[in-house]
């Protein structure tokens, strides 16, 4: 029962991951964003250069991730998400940053929680791809100064006036997200009704885009609930005598 269990919580978090667009052209809104993004990253690869750090400000749920996720597939090598709180001390992203190879893409969620000794870390890291790291403690401490490969950091904030200007400033693009409209969110659900291989009729899906609060993760997990309702009522018709 628990190895069935694991299955189906491997196979949800797959069908998470297949749900999210893997390009620009399957990314449904936000049209202006990315037609800029798109220009800002062949820019950076004709210059053979990587892509400027990148700041995503708006409310949860529009796909704040899943762009940083597209910008590691088109522009970078390697994908590292992390989560704000979860980096306590300077040595949890020193740890992070030392282990960086050229052209990676380190995605920082809730970038607004970073602690400030932390958050100053950064600051050499993304304005001259630096880090010092003290060796030693008490008159034997040493500082050390490590060069970073070209990187490119993605921020995202749900509240961009509680970013710390200083930390704000070093971002060279900053993009805030908008709410969807129903026919995109019509879009998005349809999209997700294939990758999912799940039937739905465009009366329904006009309900869930309208119920959606204009927010495509509001409308995910709507559309993954009736599929759970569907599915039970399903079964439970062939079980019936």
């Keep these: 029962m628990i190895e069935d269990r694991e299955f189906l919580a491997?196979?949800?978090?797959?069908?998470?991951?297949?749900?999210?667009?893997?390009?620009?052209a399957e990314f449904v809104g936000q049209q202006s964003l990315i037609e800029n993004l798109e220009v800002f990253i062949e820019a950076a690869?004709?210059?053979?250069?990587?892509?400027?750090?990148?700041l995503f400000s708006g409310p949860p749920g529009l796909g704040k991730t899943s762009l940083a996720r597209i910008i590691a597939e088109t522009?970078?090598?390697?994908?590292?998400?992390?989560?704000?709180?979860?980096?306590?001390?300077?040595?949890?992203?020193v740890k992070i940053l030392t282990a960086l190879e050229k052209m990676d893409v380190l995605f920082i969620d809730e970038i607004h929680r970073l602690p400030a000794p932390v958050e100053e870390?950064?600051?050499?890291?993304?304005?001259?791809?630096?880090?010092?790291?003290?060796?030693?403690?008490?008159?034997?401490?040493?500082?050390?100064?490590?060069?970073?490969?070209?990187?490119?950091?993605?921020?995202a904030t749900t509240k961009i006036g509680s970013l710390?200007?200083?930390?704000?400033?070093?971002?060279?693009?900053?993009?805030?997200?908008?709410?969807?409209?129903d026919k995109e969110l019509n879009v998005i659900i349809q999209r997700a009704c294939q990758k999912l291989n799940f039937f739905i009729q465009t009366d329904a899906?006009?309900?869930?885009?309208?119920?959606?609060?204009?927010?495509?993760?509001?409308?995910?997990?709507?559309?993954?609930?009736?599929?759970?309702?569907a599915t039970?009522?399903?079964l439970g018709s062939r079980k019936s005598p």
Excluded: W
């Design 121 to 155: 870390t950064l600051y050499s890291a993304m304005e001259d791809r630096k880090i010092s790291i003290t060796l030693a403690d008490g008159l034997a401490a040493q500082i050390v100064q490590l060069d970073l490969p070209p990187f490119t950091l993605v921020g």
């Design 45 to 54: 690869r004709i210059r053979k250069e990587s892509l400027d750090h990148c």
């Design 232 to 234: 039970v009522q399903k």
């Design 164 to 181: 710390s200007a200083p930390l704000r400033d070093r971002f060279g693009i900053k993009m805030q997200l908008e709410y969807y409209s």
């Design 10 to 24: 491997e196979e949800r978090k797959q069908d998470d991951y297949a749900i999210r667009p893997d390009s620009f």
């Design 75 to 93: 522009h970078g090598q390697r994908f590292h998400m992390l989560a704000a709180p979860n980096l306590r001390r300077p040595g949890d992203l």
């Design 205 to 229: 899906v006009d309900a869930i885009s309208s119920r959606s609060r204009r927010t495509p993760r509001v409308a995910i997990r709507l559309l993954k609930r009736i599929q759970d309702y």
